[in-house]
């Protein structure tokens, strides 16, 4: 027969006669393509806005792009620029943290995904995203407190400023965002593939690796991606362990080591230093700072490029014929899950040990006067207006990003082909790993300056929406890309144009993953403090709420803890800096547990395949 | 597979003129959106606008919180530090600019057009800071000579100069910091500082509270500090230099060589509300708040 199983090429066209539009479900939904175009459009415009920020910088002075890229010495009162230590200190800290985090976090995402019942899984990956949650401001603090005589001891150096301590902040720092999305992306692998490998008498190890893992692989690469672009763009927490000393590079293979312990610097922290105050805003000091930002930009997205590398083609391959032995399978097995599951303890420890830190520095925030009370001169009274700036910034910021973020990542995950997929990820990725300091020295020329703004909690909340937009698609591209194909297949088979299938299939299948992406998202934005300090926020004397958008500054909780723990005096400041990181952690926490109690919810009701 | 069903969704679905439509369409929405937001927004407040030093900042918030009551509006913020408040008086941004380094000559030739009127609202004392396990082992005092070494990483032991058998671990100020200035000053008078020493015990500090936290934490270190940081820290010890010790006496009578002014400076003589907030930290009630940070007042400076 075959006349009717034979689609027209066109198909689904317009002469194919269809159900009347307007009724619902049956409208055509022509505005999806717009609004995902938007989406990916604003992450173009991101990169355009910066490219063009720091494009100008360097038209303003000459650069010597070889001595920046090759020579070590930076002295800006001889008027010699070298940036080869810094590219260096960038790498290295990176490598470290991702050497350190990749492993436990996988690890420990696989005992929270295949191991544990869902009852103690769940309570488990909330505090996980909690330490998500926790500003890096903190984590700078923590760091000087713990990280830094331990590796003072370790390494029998004084002090204990190095690029290592860099690379274990940032290693804690990065793992719940591993964490997190490699969870997303186990669970969103079919229930059935684990019961037909486990019906072959396949071990928990066994079902693990050759049935979920091939699955969650680009899922869980994304999770390390978006760590690596974190870690690249870090500059408060790298600021207070690095040591900040300049010019350090080792000169043969063997000092490599003993230059871990030893103070160094990053491509971030010189940015985020006070020399981009100090270089003014033209001539060859700007600009060589500028050809830092470009360099830093070029890592990030060659970073990209080789994370993302093959994976595409990998899921296209067929899995590799294994030959593993049968040999000692059980206690194999036995030792992966001891393994797995003292891996997920690391992180659990780390909460406990960080919240019992600032419980006992902050108890100032457990009394609720303190969140009620409006600041009384530098630091009396309590944080009222800093915690109504910090929400309405987070809820702007939410705002934005998320049809944004939603889009370009719907766009990334259907519609583009492979390559296409591809260069988009790159980019979004490296907006992702932009360092918020240059997005925020950016947001002051173009809005407050140029825009004419001044200081305005808008600029604030735009600056931060770029910090959300990545995570936001990047999680959303994941979970469409693990989508079962059938599901795809019987939506087309049906006929919907694409618009449809977004509308009717593609949300309703990802929204809970975008949840957890503009959560991860916004909890990184909560904790910024460089960008809002150039764009939003005042530390004294702003209303509680601002009444228009230009010149109107508002008081934030990042911003305020980073004041009062660089130079204040006085004990009442310093227990109110930790009393703010405090409150900062708890409302993130807040609205993360009550956000993943209706994402758990709707997840459990939405499980299409199982 | 995934990308399989994907690519094939994009073939079967795929129509290149309205795709091109629709991105256009979108990239207008987009721009609407964002250009949009800036016509809506209104003149700004009357709010006084102060800017700059961290050192400074805690004072005039106090200040600012006291005048609340009497109906002045005050905004404080630290960007840059002293250097980027002075630039931001310069452009016209903020009212007052709050500085802990004196207005240098090329801060005046940046903006010409701007005539920088200081006001001095007290004085801070810099200290070379060491470890108490330090000072008991017999540094009892450095010398100009001694002090350099020091920061140049020439000498890379206590027992150089006198002291016990311990690595020397500098913490230099981040450029462009007013105590670093001020070190320099006292070490380099008018010349150029050289560049820092390539050791593998030197390493670079930020604010106060961050320099105090990691002197009490590294064994043998030496940083400037403001002497207000380390009250109430028997861990660390301000060192005399050449013989003087920074007491309120030596600071105050100018004996002691490390002394910064803390400064105000507005674009013409203060006026209006901006006279009568300067006017309040400089009266008796205002001068209080010094102490309180760690400051000196104008009085003990014999002002």
């Known amino acids: 027969m075959g006349l009717t199983l034979e689609r027209p090429t066109q198909a689904p066209g317009p002469a194919v006669p269809r159900p009347s539009p307007g009724s619902g479900r049956g409208s055509r939904a022509r505005w999806v393509w717009g609004w995902a175009y938007s989406g990916i459009l604003s992450v173009m415009l991101t990169l355009t806005v910066l490219l063009g920020y720091l494009v100008t910088g360097i038209a303003s002075g000459t650069v010597d792009w070889t001595a920046l890229l090759t020579s070590s010495t930076w002295s800006p009162g001889n008027l010699a620029f070298g940036g080869l230590a810094m590219i260096y200190g960038s790498a290295v800290v990176c490598v470290l943290a991702l050497v350190l985090a990749v492993p436990v976090g996988w690890a420990a995402a696989v005992a929270l995904s295949e191991y544990l019942p869902p009852r103690l899984a769940r309570p488990l990956r909330l505090s996980i995203e909690l330490l998500a949650a926790v500003p890096s401001i903190v984590y700078g603090l923590i760091g000087i407190m713990v990280i830094r005589p331990f590796v003072a001891d370790l390494g029998d150096v004084p002090g204990g400023d190095s690029l290592l301590a860099a690379g274990i902040v940032l290693a804690v720092m990065i793992m719940p965002t591993i964490v997190a999305v490699s969870v997303d992306a186990l669970a969103a692998v079919p229930g059935r593939y684990r019961e037909a490998a486990y019906s072959l008498g396949l071990t928990r190890r066994e079902v693990v690796r050759s049935a979920v893992l091939p699955q969650a692989r680009p899922g869980m690469r994304a999770g390390v991606l978006l760590g690596l672009a974190r870690a690249l763009g870090e500059a408060i927490a790298v600021f207070m362990v690095i040591g900040r000393a300049d010019d350090r590079l080792p000169e043969s293979l063997g000092d490599v080591f003993s230059f871990l312990v030893r103070p160094g610097q990053t491509l971030t922290t010189k940015l985020a230093g006070p020399e981009p105050m100090l270089a003014g805003t033209s001539g060859p000091y700007f600009a060589a700072l500028c050809g830092l930002g470009i360099i830093l930009l070029t890592l990030v997205a060659v970073a990209t490029v080789w994370g993302t590398r093959g994976s595409t083609g990998r899921a296209v391959r067929a899995p590799r014929a294994r030959r593993s032995s049968a040999w000692l399978r059980t206690p194999k097995d036995r030792l992966t899950t001891a393994v797995r599951l003292g891996a997920l303890l690391l992180p659990g420890a780390l909460l406990v040990g960080m919240l019992g830190i600032l419980l006992a520095r902050g108890g100032a925030a457990l009394n609720p006067v303190f969140w009620f009370t409006p600041s009384e001169g530098a630091s009396g009274g309590g944080i009222r207006d800093q915690i109504v700036g910090t929400l309405l910034l987070l809820a702007t910021t939410a705002l934005i990003a998320l049809p944004l973020g939603y889009g370009a990542g719907i766009v990334i995950g259907t519609r583009a082909s492979a390559k296409t997929a591809r260069v988009l990820e790159t980019l979004t990725v490296a907006v992702g790993g932009t360092p918020t300091i240059l997005l925020g020295l950016a947001g002051y020329v173009l809005f407050c300056t140029t825009m004419g703004w001044g200081r305005s909690w808008l600029a604030g909340a735009v600056v931060l929406v770029p910090v959300v937009i990545p995570v936001v698609a990047l999680t959303t591209a994941g979970r469409i890309r693990s989508m079962p194909a059938e599901i795809t297949e019987a939506a087309?088979?049906?006929?919907?144009?694409?618009?449809?299938?977004?509308?009717?299939?593609?949300?309703?299948?990802?929204?809970?993953?975008?949840?957890?992406?503009?959560?991860?998202?916004?909890?990184?934005?909560?904790?910024?403090?460089?960008?809002?300090?150039f764009t939003a926020t005042v530390f004294f004397g702003a209303p509680a709420l601002p009444t228009g958008i230009v010149n109107a500054p508002v008081q934030a909780l990042p911003t305020h803890i980073f004041t009062l723990s660089q130079d204040s005096g006085a004990p009442e400041a310093i227990a109110q800096a930790w009393g703010s990181a405090l409150v900062l952690v708890l409302i993130t926490a807040g609205l993360l547990s009550l956000a993943v109690f209706l994402r758990n919810r709707f997840e459990g009701a939405r499980r299409w395949t199982t | 597979m995934s990308t399989e069903s994907r690519s094939r969704a994009a073939r079967l679905t795929g129509r290149r003129v309205r795709q091109g439509?629709?991105?256009?369409?979108?990239?207008?929405?987009?721009?609407?959106?964002?250009?949009?937001?800036?016509?809506?927004?209104?003149?700004?407040?009357?709010?006084?606008?102060?800017?700059?030093?961290?050192?400074?900042?805690?004072?005039?918030?106090?200040?600012?919180?006291?005048?609340?009551?009497?109906?002045?509006?005050?905004?404080?913020?630290?960007?840059?530090?002293?250097?980027?408040?002075?630039?931001?008086?310069?452009?016209?941004?903020?009212?007052?600019?709050?500085?802990?380094?004196?207005?240098?000559?090329?801060?005046?030739?940046?903006?010409?057009?701007?005539?920088?009127?200081?006001?001095?609202?007290?004085?801070?004392?810099?200290?070379?800071?060491?470890?108490?396990?330090?000072?008991?082992?017999?540094?009892?005092?450095?010398?100009?000579?001694?002090?350099?070494?020091?920061?140049?990483?020439?000498?890379?032991?206590?027992?150089?100069?006198?002291?016990?058998?311990?690595?020397?671990?500098?913490?230099?100020?981040?450029?462009?910091?007013?105590?670093?200035?001020?070190?320099?000053?006292?070490?380099?008078?008018?010349?150029?500082?050289?560049?820092?020493?390539?050791?593998?015990?030197?390493?670079?500090?930020?604010?106060?509270?961050?320099?105090?936290?990691?002197?009490?934490?590294?064994?043998?270190?030496?940083?400037?500090?403001?002497?207000?940081?380390?009250?109430?820290?028997?861990?660390?010890?301000?060192?005399?230099?050449?013989?003087?010790?920074?007491?309120?006496?030596?600071?105050?009578?100018?004996?002691?060589?490390?002394?910064?002014?803390?400064?105000?400076?507005?674009?013409?003589?203060?006026?209006?509300?901006?006279?009568?907030?300067?006017?309040?930290?400089?009266?008796?009630?205002?001068?209080?708040?010094?102490?309180?940070?760690?400051?000196?007042?104008?009085?003990?400076?014999?002002?």
């Open chain 1, 492 to 533: 087309l088979a049906l006929g919907l144009t694409s618009s449809q299938y977004v509308r009717s299939v593609v949300i309703p299948y990802t929204w809970p993953a975008t949840l957890t992406g503009l959560l991860l998202g916004l909890a990184r934005a909560a904790g910024e403090t460089a960008p809002l300090i």
């Open chain 2, 21 to 303: 439509a629709t991105v256009a369409s979108a990239s207008l929405l987009l721009s609407a959106a964002l250009t949009g937001c800036a016509g809506s927004g209104k003149a700004g407040t009357d709010a006084i606008q102060a800017s700059g030093s961290t050192t400074v900042a805690p004072v005039a918030s106090d200040a600012a919180e006291a005048l609340k009551a009497k109906g002045l509006n005050i905004t404080v913020a630290t960007q840059g530090g002293s250097a980027g408040g002075i630039s931001q008086l310069g452009t016209g941004q903020i009212n007052i600019a709050l500085s802990s380094k004196p207005l240098s000559e090329k801060d005046q030739k940046a903006y010409p057009d701007t005539d920088f009127v200081t006001t001095q609202i007290g004085a801070d004392a810099v200290g070379v800071i060491i470890t108490k396990e330090v000072a008991d082992g017999g540094v009892k005092g450095l010398t100009k000579a001694q002090v350099a070494g020091l920061f140049e990483g020439k000498i890379t032991n206590w027992k150089e100069v006198g002291g016990p058998d311990l690595q020397v671990f500098v913490y230099d100020k981040e450029p462009g910091r007013g105590t670093r200035e001020v070190l320099d000053k006292f070490i380099y008078g008018k010349g150029e500082p050289p560049a820092p020493p390539k050791s593998a015990n030197y390493a670079i500090v930020g604010g106060n509270l961050e320099t105090r936290n990691k002197l009490k934490s590294t064994r043998g270190s030496i940083a400037p500090l403001s002497t207000g940081f380390i009250d109430g820290h028997p861990e660390l010890v301000a060192v005399p230099l050449e013989g003087v010790a920074p007491t309120l006496a030596n600071v105050a009578s100018g004996k002691y060589p490390m002394t910064r002014p803390l400064f105000m400076i507005t674009n013409g003589k203060p006026k209006g509300t901006v006279k009568q907030y300067i006017d309040y930290i400089l009266s008796p009630e205002g001068q209080k708040l010094l102490p309180q940070h760690g400051y000196l007042t104008r009085e003990q400076m014999g002002l």
